[in-house]
Nanobody, 126 residues
């Protein structure tokens, strides 16, 4: 069973930056598509960014140019570099992994069938 553990969340002021990390345990995820999702209180979960095993990426429009997703297969890790953070980015951020899913489809559908972490909270104050 793949276990995903997120870290790096916290509180920042508007315009600040954070780097989220997601580390997998118990199983190598090298062939999986990985993605970041977020869910704000009272809102539906939404896909933020996705990356496949070859490094192809896709982003939600609301983070393009501000967030960068990357992965380090040797470290079994996924990252999300977030810059120019705004209060509307406040949410619980989740890491997810699933086999054979195109990043663009993950972003478009907002769905990824597979494994999920417990989330890390990001709070942006104005």
């Amino acid at each position: 069973r793949v276990q995903l553990v997120e870290s790096g969340g916290g509180s920042v002021q508007s315009g600040g930056s954070l780097r989220l990390s997601c580390t997998t345990h118990e199983y190598p995820y090298n062939t999986y598509t990985m993605a970041w999702f977020r869910q704000a209180p009272g809102k539906e979960r939404e896909a933020v960014a996705a990356i496949d095993s070859d490094g192809a990426t896709s982003y939600a429009d609301f983070v393009k140019g501000r967030f960068t997703i990357s992965r380090d297969n040797a470290q079994n890790s996924l990252y999300l570099q977030m810059s120019s953070l705004q209060p509307e980015d406040t949410a619980m951020y989740y890491c997810a992994a699933g086999p054979k899913q195109k990043p663009q489809v993950v972003i478009t559908t907002g769905l990824l069938t597979g494994y999920w972490g417990q989330g890390t909270q990001v709070t942006v104050s104005s």
